[in-house]
């Protein structure tokens, strides 16, 4: 389980994570979602101890973060949103070093090397230099890698960003492969449509500060199951309703094109924040 | 074990670039040593010795302290900022002051495996070196504390624009200025004074006049206490990263 209480993070005057309060439940995938700039990386950096706290508390399964470091980077699995893979070495060796890196037995660690090859598609490539590989192929390798001294939390940043729909499906796969196992899964994602996907619970993160955090389905028909979307003044206008019919009935009274569809998660995040994910104001 | 891990890691890292690494690491020095060596080397005496034996051994310090130095200096610099394999370290459960050493500790033994293949060049232009204990050490303390030197900038700047400016300002100028390619004594006394502090100048010296001579146990203590001082601020940098 993670646990963040009141915790704060600036740079200088300028505040990344406002008096965040939420707990990811062990077992739990949760999503953590946001435009850019939101503060979704600041708060895996915090989680991961790669950014120390400005305030607040974060405890990873009853361990306080930095009092007891070493311990707590053992239960954490961290796969961040660029490439951290050492290219010149092969696949086979990235994962070596990594086991070696966590103390991992000789035996042990050959054992799990063959075994995360083969789940992420990678042991016919496994003597080539990372370098080589893939935007996809490179992420594979570091789930692969930060699954090798079987932690209990993985963290990933923006784990499918840059990758085209066929390999983002595949990395959801080996995701839900991995949540089957048992582990924790902590994700920060500004595409939606993957949070709704994969996430058990999601939390909607804008300017620093946790909006709310809820079931995806529940943030959806807090909002309304049902959106009437049009196109008026110049610019695109969503309206809400319970049931599709109501939303049929006030789509009469529209002049132009309307369309009127189930509600997402994107549609939920607009109407919270009153913004788009790209950061715009005013959607 | 996490020792180890590192060690293991940058062998391997040198190894796949075992080639590229041997060619540049002598380019510089064998060109030295054909300009100094065959171009003035035979027609000049300095301190009573042929310019080729006069020169050898500050090209030995000199390529085994830029190799040290920039080794770990660049790579540290990008795994920060560029390569983001910095921070894979950092979330993993080693001490920084395990891996500040093991980084220090194999940088410093490229520097020695440059020093070596110059060597062996050297005795290919049949200039013998006077290869001792005291020159051994000399040479693992040159390049421990020029190892320690660039870990210390490659985690201080913050741009790799910036790093060549560092060495532009720090490295090339100690390698003119330290007595590698004339004797000292040519500079006005307050200008020695401030060389002769220099680590690249008591390595030279180590080097070049052995154990037998004045001031060798001096080249020691200056040496030792560089690493003394600036190993304790590197892994302390290190671990205001983590």
């Known amino acids: ?283 | 074990m996490r020792f180890s891990a590192i060690i293991w890691k940058e062998w391997m890292v040198f190894k796949s670039r075992i080639v590229s690494t041997t060619l540049a690491a002598i380019i510089g020095p064998l060109l030295y040593l054909v300009a100094f060596g065959w171009g003035i080397g035979s027609a000049v005496m300095v301190d009573g010795i042929s310019y080729t034996a006069f020169v050898i051994p500050g090209i030995v310090a000199l390529n085994s302290m830029t190799t040290s130095y920039n080794w770990v200096a660049n790579d540290i610099n990008l795994s920060r900022i560029y390569a983001k394999t910095f921070e894979a370290v950092m979330v993993a459960p080693i001490k920084m002051s395990t891996y500040s050493s093991a980084r220090i500790l194999t940088s410093a033994l490229r520097g020695v495996y440059s020093a070596v293949l110059i060597i062996l060049i050297a005795f290919a232009f049949q200039v013998w070196l006077p290869i001792d204990w005291y020159f051994l050490l000399v040479l693992v303390l040159n390049c421990l504390v020029f190892a320690v030197i660039g870990f210390i900038i490659g985690l201080l700047v913050d741009s790799h624009a910036d790093m060549a400016k560092i060495s532009n300002f720090v490295i090339v100028p100690m390698s003119f200025l330290c007595g590698t390619f004339f004797p000292l004594e040519k500079f006005p006394g307050f200008l020695r004074v401030f060389f002769e502090l220099l680590p690249l100048t008591q390595a030279v010296k180590g080097m070049r006049d052995g154990f037998a001579a004045e001031g060798s146990l001096i080249v020691i203590l200056v040496l030792g206490i560089y690493m003394l001082v600036l190993t304790p601020i590197a892994i302390k940098l290190c671990q205001r990263s983590e």
């Open chain 1, 1 to 283: 389980m993670i646990s963040y209480k009141d915790v704060c993070k600036s740079y200088g005057q300028t505040a990344a994570v406002v008096g965040l309060n939420l707990e990811v439940k062990e077992g739990e995938f949760f999503g953590l979602l946001g435009p850019n700039g939101a503060g979704k990386t600041t708060i895996m950096r915090m989680t991961a101890a790669l950014t120390p706290v400005s305030s607040g508390v974060i405890t990873v399964n009853g361990e306080q973060l930095h009092r007891d470091l070493v311990k707590v980077k053992q239960k954490i699995g961290v796969v961040p949103q660029y490439s951290n893979l050492e290219g010149e070495l092969t696949a086979w060796e990235n994962l070596e070093y990594h086991g070696r890196l966590y103390g991992i037995p000789r035996a042990a660690r050959r054992r799990r090397i063959d075994e995360l090859l083969e789940f992420a598609e990678l042991t016919e490539r496994q003597n080539d230099p990372a370098r080589l590989f893939s935007g996809g192929m490179q992420r594979k390798l570091m789930i692969a890698k930060t699954l090798m001294h079987d932690p209990q939390i993985l963290l990933l940043d923006e784990p499918t960003v840059g990758l085209d729909a066929s390999v983002r499906r595949r990395i959801w796969d080996l995701l839900r492969q991995i949540k089957a196992r048992g582990l924790t899964i902590f994700l920060t994602t500004h595409y939606l449509d993957e949070a709704q996907i994969l996430c058990e619970r999601v939390g909607l993160i804008d300017a620093g500060r946790l909006v709310l955090a809820d079931a995806p389905q529940n943030i959806i028909s807090g909002v309304g199951q049902y959106v009437l979307e049009y196109f008026s003044d110049g610019h695109t206008s969503q309206e809400f309703f319970a049931d599709k019919e109501s939303a049929i009935a006030a789509a009469r009274n529209v002049q132009g094109d309307f369309k009127v569809r189930e509600a997402n998660l994107e549609d939920a995040f607009i109407s919270l924040t009153n913004r788009d994910l790209g950061g715009n104001d005013e959607v």
